[in-house]
């Protein structure tokens, strides 16, 4: 198979399994490769690339998808909180868009964004969430106070 530079290190590819070579049928999903090469792919927690690599492969061809929230947790086996959180930092990274019924995977830009350190699930705060004033209130009023409003 051909040789490819890999860092002035030629690298002489050969088929593990040459029986059960990939190919495209029907619909699929892309990831380009400069998502590994350009940092990407490190710059996200491990829930932020779950959900990508979810919604990449829920999209269409211009990358729309609209599966609610607890749908995706479903699949995903990850909780509310740690969904908002990875959407958000999929939004701050600027690789993903949401209007709160649809999705859009975007384009990459043209550098990773680099963050200092992503937030845990439950602190990275986006207003119009009910679900995190409802966090929000749990986490600041007393227990009481919540039991008493059920």
Do not use: W
């Not at 593990?16 to 927690?45: M, Y």
């Not at 701050?92 to 964004?113: E, K, Y």
């Not at 350190?117 to 106070?145: I, K, M, N, Y």
């Amino acid at each position: 198979m051909a040789s490819e530079d890999q860092g002035g290190i030629v690298v002489n590819k050969k088929l593990l399994n040459p029986i059960r070579v990939r190919k495209i049928q029907g619909s699929f999903a892309f990831l380009e490769h400069r998502f590994l090469r350009q940092k990407f792919f490190e710059n996200l927690t491990q829930h932020e690339l779950l959900l990508y690599l979810f919604l990449l492969l829920a999209s269409d061809r211009q990358g729309i998808s609209y599966y609610s929230y607890d749908r995706i947790c479903s699949i995903t086996g990850i909780t509310l909180d740690e969904y908002i959180c990875a959407r958000n930092g999929l939004i701050d990274t600027d690789l993903l868009a949401f209007d709160g019924f649809f999705f859009q995977i975007l384009s990459l830009p043209a550098h990773a964004v680099i963050r200092n350190q992503p937030l845990p699930p439950g602190e990275a705060v986006r207003g119009g969430d009910p679900v995190q004033v409802f966090d929000l209130l749990r986490r600041f009023l007393p227990q009481e106070a919540l039991q008493h409003g059920r």
